[in-house]
Nanobody, 126 residues
Framework: QVQLVESGGGLVQAGGSLRLSCSASGRTFSGYGMGWFRQAPGKEREFVAA????????YFADSVKGRFTISRDNAKNTVYLQMNSLKPEDTAVYYC???????????????????WGQGTQVTVSS
């Protein structure tokens, strides 16, 4: 089992920045690829970003490419999502998720992730 806890959400004006953190406990963190997803009211949960177990590979949704970065610190069992140039359409609950590592792969597929956090709200005002 892996327990995930997100933090860092909040209210920010358009153009601003936030950094989300996701702390993991349980099994060896470095054995898991990590992802961030988000869900806006009335919409499906969608992929945002992913990072491989070592941190050597990252992958982003087109909607956030160039504005968001994902990183991890395996010594601290934490993955981060740095969000810059935020837009009102980025408003959502953000979830981190973990999937068993497969070499250096990254994935945008929700059903490949076995563990999920409870989510943190991000609200971007115009």
């Amino acid at each position: 089992q892996v327990q995930l806890v997100e933090s860092g959400g909040g209210l920010v004006q358009a153009g601003g920045s936030l950094r989300l953190s996701c702390s993991a406990s349980g099994r060896t963190f470095s054995g898991y690829g990590m992802g961030w997803f988000r869900q806006a009211p009335g919409k499906e949960r969608e992929f945002v970003a992913a990072i491989s177990s070592s941190g050597s590979r990252t992958y982003f949704a087109d909607s956030v490419k160039g504005r968001f970065t994902i990183s991890r610190d395996n010594a601290k069992n934490t993955v981060y999502l740095q969000m810059n140039s935020l837009k009102p359409e980025d408003t959502a609950v953000y979830y981190c998720a973990a999937r068993p590592a497969v070499f250096y792969s990254v994935s945008s597929q929700r059903d490949e992730y076995d563990y999920w956090g409870q989510g943190t709200q991000v609200t971007v005002s115009s």
